[in-house]
């Protein structure tokens, strides 16, 4: 006997809202009019208490209407500051969002939560990381950046500066081990020599990883950048030796250059005509002062060439 398993049923998606702009009309108006109302409620219910016990009870009703309207009409007055924003909810639901500063009404029903939507900067902590060469290095990185979409920040996520945070850090550690510490082939990138570059991809990563938070990141820059100390010495002395050695290539290269363009002169010019042996000799000659990182002492020769 065979049995068969009932089919798995699909789960309902949730689809995040994204941010929309909330009914709302100028808070002064509804001012105005919430006082006005609070005075003749607070009127009418003096009245009712002073009154004779026949016309007390209508005045005590108009007078409890008109507080409730006051209640109504003050209690959705909401004071928006400029740099943030008021997202509206009703019953759990997402309702939409304030960004005009100034003071505004919306419904009074409506749960208000704050949301700021200044430029911040976040500045991820000193991580020890492996690059692409496997040495290992010290990266940090600060990352400016803005709440673009104010449900996705308080809905798609639990906590959204949290949520940066995290984020911010797990791109700095896959960019420091994308690429080498310093370039060993031509048009490779590197961390040390293209910060431009690499700054530009760590930021659109990013800028990738808290999209679902509503979150537009600005800019990010790297603010530290080594390697860690256990190979910082001998790190150093390779750096060292990569730049005597390019710099005594630099030297050669230009003291061949020179001899050359002196032998071309002088046979160009026919001041003296010289044999493969005494070019040699002085190619020799030439090469050592070029190259010497001393100062080399000229001897004068007082007789021939050839002696």
Not at 150 to 171: I, M, S
Not at 246 to 258: H, K, P
Not at 281 to 295: F, G, H, I, K, P
Request: glycine content about 8%; aromatic content about 6%; hydrophobic content about 45%.
């Amino acid at each position: 006997m065979v049995m068969q398993l009932p089919a798995p049923t699909e789960q309902p998606t949730t689809v995040q809202p994204t941010e929309r702009k909330a009914w709302s009309i100028p808070g002064a108006v509804a001012l105005v009019l919430g006082l006005v109302a609070l005075c003749l409620g607070i009127g009418f219910l003096v009245s009712a208490f002073t009154s004779s016990a026949g016309k007390g009870g209508a005045a005590a009703s108009w007078g409890g209407l008109f507080l409730v309207v006051a209640w109504l009409l003050l209690g959705g007055l909401v004071s928006v500051v400029a740099g943030e924003a008021r997202a509206l909810q009703l019953f759990g639901r997402y309702q939409g969002t304030v960004r005009d500063a100034g003071l505004a009404f919306v419904n009074p029903l409506t749960k208000r939560r704050k949301v700021s939507v200044r430029l911040r900067n976040h500045e991820t902590a000193v991580a020890k990381v492996n690059d692409a060469d496997g040495n290992p290095i010290e990266i940090a990185a600060v990352v400016v950046w803005r709440v673009q979409d104010t449900a996705k920040a308080l809905y798609g996520v639990d906590d959204y500066p949290q949520f940066v945070a995290f984020q911010a850090e797990t791109a700095v550690r896959h960019v420091a081990s994308s690429y080498p510490y310093t370039s060993h082939l031509e048009g490779q990138l590197s961390l040390r020599d293209n910060a431009e570059e690499i700054t530009a991809r760590l930021s659109a990563e990013i800028a990738d990883r808290v999209a679902p938070a509503g979150v537009a990141i600005t800019e990010s820059r790297l603010t530290r950048l080594s390697y860690a100390p256990e190979i910082a010495q001998a790190m150093l002395r390779q750096q060292q030796a990569n730049a005597v050695v390019g710099a005594r290539q630099r030297i050669v290269e230009g003291a061949v250059g020179m001899v050359e363009l002196a032998l071309h002169r002088l046979e160009e010019k026919g001041v003296i005509e010289l044999d493969e042996e005494r070019k040699a000799a002085m190619v020799s000659n030439l090469l050592v002062v070029l190259c010497s990182e001393q100062a080399t002492q000229q001897v004068v020769n007082t007789g021939s060439l050839y002696q």
